[in-house]
């Protein structure tokens, strides 16, 4: 089945700093979610991508759907200590039958005010 | 605040009870989906229901099952529960597999946490 490979596993930076993640698929998807989830709570949406080469913003957040769309990759800029939590990438294959969402592992962020 | 809600927030049981879980969804929103999160597997898909009739299985073991009620709530049933389940369950909800990229969009509940002893 699909699966996908985010990076990097966990990241520790300084307050202000930018923060770069990314996500492979082995094959395409038609939809690129990026959520984030607190300890005990669920994902939240922070940014739906629906266009292949789509570039979207959400605030300080920016993240865009690969060419290929294969990959997509999510940019914070001046990290502030909220933004720590654990961040995924999702896949969604549209139409057919079946819009189940495919995640990968999630990266840790960890914000040193 | 996403819409979904989600009861009860903790459950704790023993191995071999069975347990329900309930979900609604946003307002509107006819598609329910159950995810599983636990650490070593990371987040699952394991049933898609969409007004009411099951649309897609993921990964679902044969003594878990799931329905949409006609007011578009959903429950999923654990049964003979083992030491292995014990995870989050999330559900989510978008608002019409059929209404373009945007209507197949998800949003989660906040979970469900299981433990079984």
């Known amino acids: 089945g699909q699966q996908l490979n985010q990076s990097p596993q966990s990241m520790f930076i300084q307050e202000g700093e930018d923060v770069s993640m990314n996500c492979t698929s082995s094959s395409i998807f038609n939809t690129w979610l990026w959520y984030k989830q607190d300890p005990g709570e669920g994902p939240v949406l922070l940014i739906a991508?629906?266009?292949?080469?789509e570039l979207t913003s959400n605030g300080r957040l920016t993240a865009q759907f690969g060419i290929t769309r294969k990959d997509s990759f999510l940019n914070i800029s001046a990290s502030i200590p909220s933004d720590v939590g654990i961040y995924f990438c999702a896949g969604q294959l549209s139409g057919g039958s079946n819009y189940k969402l495919t995640f990968g592992k999630g990266t840790l962020l960890t914000v040193n005010p | 605040d996403s819409g979904v809600t989600q009861t009860p927030k903790h459950l704790i049981t023993a191995t071999g009870q069975r347990v329900t879980l309930r979900c609604s969804p946003r307002s509107g929103d006819l598609s329910v989906y159950w995810y599983q999160q636990s650490l070593d597997q990371g987040l699952q898909f394991l049933i898609q229901y969409y007004n009411g009739e099951e649309r897609a299985k993921g990964n679902i073991l044969e003594r878990f099952s799931a329905q949409q009620f006609p007011d578009l709530h959903s429950e999923l049933n654990l049964s003979s529960l083992e030491l292995g389940d014990s995870a989050l369950y999330f559900c989510?909800?978008?608002?019409?597999?059929?209404?373009?990229?945007?209507?197949?969009?998800?949003?989660f509940g906040p979970g469900t946490r299981l433990l079984v002893l």
């Open positions: 991508l629906y266009k292949a080469g």
């Open positions: 989510a909800s978008s608002a019409n597999p059929s209404g373009g990229k945007r209507g197949e969009t998800q949003y």
